[in-house]
């Protein structure tokens, strides 16, 4: 009888034994798992800093002297687009809109500011590809460039097989091997055309991009907009015109992404801005438009301001707190207002 109790508690023991083993292997897992996440929200409040704006003509001129190359006329977009680029790819954290696992998944300010940047990157791309280095509409298409405009399409949010970054560095490579064949004489079939025309082209393009990036800025607070077609029109009675109108409101989740891609678009176009006022100089100077050109800088710049909050505030149009929205917006649409300005000296003979 006594050796049977024995036997009943020391099997008791080991139960108990494997039980608090098994409870320690549970607590260190949950260790191990708030470890890293505590980890991640760090990384992730470090990876969030946005790049800082580089001086163009600084960086042209390093380049142009690690290639030992004279900086033509086209060496300094081309520079400044895949710096750009590089950018996208190479800053805090890495390119964060593809990220699966946290802290990249977490964030989402840095990956609306991405995609900012790459729309600027792919309209700049196609316009290059498209008219600048073509003398004119029958001229045949850069063979790097064919290569460069595509990659930079590709899905922004690709995490594997192929990956997104590998497919924009592809873009990066082709656009190198442009700017070197651009800068060597003995190869011609490389062109940079400055011409008003090519200018004024892309200059359309972004012209349509900002005004839908202001507008989207301006419905953080909500207002009123004209539908696509005016209900019961009636050109007989204008009295009893009945205009269609619906009240358009961007999200409140939506808000801080809409402001950063803005941002994001804003910190590109500053950059290629200075690099056309380079490349395009003597053209600016024929139609007096360098004055245009100095204002969108100056727009631009304001959007780069330090943000002081750590979120985008809200307020409303005349209320107590700050509408960081509507201030991006003011400056964006400062900047169409002058690009539309240049469109109009570049368009006159």
């Keep these: 009888m006594l050796s049977r109790v024995k036997s009943y508690f020391r099997d008791r023991g080991d139960d108990v034994a494997d039980y608090t083993g098994g409870g320690r292997i549970a607590k260190l897992a949950v260790f191990l798992i708030l470890a890293y996440l505590l980890v991640a929200l760090v990384v992730g409040f470090f990876w969030s800093d946005e790049p800082e704006v580089f001086s163009v003509r600084d960086h042209t001129r390093q380049v142009a002297q690690e290639m030992d190359r004279e900086p033509v006329t086209g060496f300094a977009t081309t520079s400044t687009l895949i710096q750009v680029a590089e950018t996208l790819l190479e800053k805090r954290g890495g390119y964060l809109s593809n990220d699966l696992f946290p802290p990249g998944v977490w964030l989402d300010n840095i990956p609306s500011w991405e995609f900012g940047v790459l729309v600027q990157v792919r309209d700049m791309s196609r316009a290059m590809r498209k008219d600048i280095s073509r003398s004119q509409s029958q001229s045949s298409e850069d063979q790097d460039l064919v290569i460069a405009e595509p990659q930079f399409h590709f899905d922004s949010d690709s995490w594997a097989i192929p990956s ?62 004209l539908s696509d077609a005016i209900a019961r029109t009636d050109p007989d009675q204008p009295l009893t015109e009945n205009i269609g109108q619906a009240d358009v409101q961007t999200p409140w989740t939506q808000i801080d992404n809409v402001f950063y891609e803005a941002r994001g678009s804003a910190w590109a176009l500053l950059h290629l801005f200075r690099a056309i006022e380079v490349d395009f100089r003597k053209v600016l100077n024929d139609k007096n438009a360098l004055a245009s050109v100095h204002q969108v800088i100056i727009e631009l710049e304001g ?45 006159r003979g």
């Design 164 to 225: 997104t970054e590998s497919e924009y560095r592809r873009g990066i490579e082709a656009l190198k091997r442009y700017r070197e064949r651009l800068s060597r004489p003995d190869q011609p079939e490389a062109q940079f055309f400055a011409r008003a025309d090519n200018l004024n082209n892309w200059l359309a393009d972004l012209e349509t991009r900002l005004g839908s990036l202001s507008r989207a800025l301006g419905e953080s607070v909500g207002k009123p907009s």
């Design 303 to 347: 959007t780069q301001g330090e943000m002081w909050s750590p979120m985008v505030l809200n307020g409303s149009g005349y209320g107590v707190l700050a509408n960081h929205s509507l201030t991006m917006a003011a400056y964006i649409s400062r900047a169409n207002s002058a690009i539309s300005d240049l469109r109009e000296l570049l368009s």
